[in-house]
T-cell receptor, first 114, second 111 residues
Framework: NAGVTQTPKFQVLKTGQSMTLQCAQD?????MSWYRQDPGMGLRLIHY???????DQGEVPNGYNVSRSTTEDFPLRLLSAAPSQTSVYFC?????????????FGPGTRLTVT | GDSVTQMEGPVTLSEEAFLTINCTYT??????LFWYVQYPGEGLQLLLK?????DKGSNKGFEATYRKETTSFHLEKGSVQVSDSAVYFC??????????FGGGTRVLVKP
């Protein structure tokens, strides 16, 4: 049971490049989400999903796309990277999309856009 | 909208000192409250939680009490260790499963 895994750990992009951050969980969790962490701002929700085929926007969705074709995977796509997207990205999951279920976080992806 | 405010760090302490990190919140309804800890180079781990007023969450010597009257959820530990050096995040969850985080407080414990 690996929990929540994220790849890559580190990535450097040039402005305008595209890439996909991978997130997978092996706990059969319904709920998955993406956050970005910036200094002094805590974590902010980008997108989330309450099940396969269902996604919705969080607090800061602009510049990011997601899809959820399987229960296990929830990739985050940057179509045209911008320096403002330099951040640490965390994926999280929980068994059910309700307040009583703990969210488990992956180890993070540190992204730098030059 | 929902918001969480916590004291800015860094907080520097000596081993065995008493630690308090203040956290206050604004939310509609009756949120659940959480403290997460992030050790260097790692993701966030749930430290403790409280789901209703006057509940006390506790774990690893840390405690926090859900105070609805003061909209607070302050984190305390009576005797910190070097291994407690980390960033601590206060968070709330109201509607659905969306977590709202405070800005984080870095704690450094010196031997």
């Amino acid at each position: 049971n690996a929990g929540v895994t994220q790849t890559p750990k580190f990535q450097v992009l040039k402005t305008g490049q595209s890439m996909t951050l991978q997130c997978a969980q092996d706990m059969n969790h319904e709920y998955m989400s993406w956050y970005r962490q910036d200094p002094g701002m805590g974590l902010r929700l980008i997108h989330y999903s309450v099940g396969a085929g269902i996604t919705d926007q969080g607090e800061v969705p602009n510049g990011y796309n997601v899809s959820r074709s399987t229960t296990e995977d929830f990739p985050l796509r940057l179509l045209s990277a911008a320096p403002s997207q330099t951040s640490v990205y965390f994926c999280a999951s929980s068994l059910r999309p309700t307040a009583s279920y703990e969210q488990y976080f992956g180890p993070g992806t540190r992204l730098t856009v030059t | 909208g929902d918001s969480v405010t916590q004291m800015e760090g860094p907080v520097t302490l000596s081993e065995e000192a008493f630690l308090t990190i203040n956290c206050t919140y604004t939310a509609t309804g009756y949120p659940s409250l959480f403290w997460y800890v992030q050790y260097p180079g790692e993701g966030l781990q749930l430290l403790l939680k409280a789901t209703k007023a006057d509940d006390k969450g506790s774990n690893k010597g840390f405690e926090a009490t859900y105070r609805k009257e003061t909209t607070s959820f302050h984190l305390e530990k009576g005797s910190v260790q070097v291994s407690d050096s980390a960033v601590y995040f206060c968070a709330l969850r109201s509607a659905g499963n969306k977590l709202t985080f405070g800005g984080g407080t870095r704690v450094l414990v010196k031997p």
